[in-house]
């Protein structure tokens, strides 16, 4: 994580990456072929890194996730792919007493990638979202 402050503009990157090393064990059937191998639909490699921007009452963000194939047979012979999303988001913050309302945008896979987390269930393609936030304070 890194954050930049100067007058009204300030900025926080941050990066994430996870290891998941999930595997069947030993076997005591003499032809099981999963002993060893990863775990059906647990991805091994995962990763997300985020790029906020705000100035005065306005900000944007970028946030990009990576998951890595997910397997779903019990001998990995058979995977899902890999895929890499981007959503992007812009808004304004705007303060109203000891109140305020928050208006954003979002696009949500932004590329529009065909993906799956499990077999045969696409997920959505690019979709908007317009969010008004109203947070009230006592």
Known sequence: S??????NLNATMKAGYILTLA????SKFKNDNSAGKQLIYVPENQANTSLRMGFKKFYTSWV?????????????SAF????FINN????MKLPLKS???DLNFNIENLFNINYQSIANYPLPGR????????????
């Open 2 to 7: 890194v954050d930049y402050k100067y007058n």
């Open 23 to 26: 595997k069947y064990g030993e």
């Open 64 to 76: 990009a996730c990576f998951t890595g194939r997910r397997y779903t047979a019990t001998d990995n």
């Open 80 to 83: 899902l792919s890999g895929y």
């Open 88 to 91: 992007i988001m812009a808004g």
């Open 99 to 101: 109140s305020s309302v």
């Open 127 to 138: 979709y908007y979202n317009l969010k008004i936030l109203f947070q009230f304070v006592k």
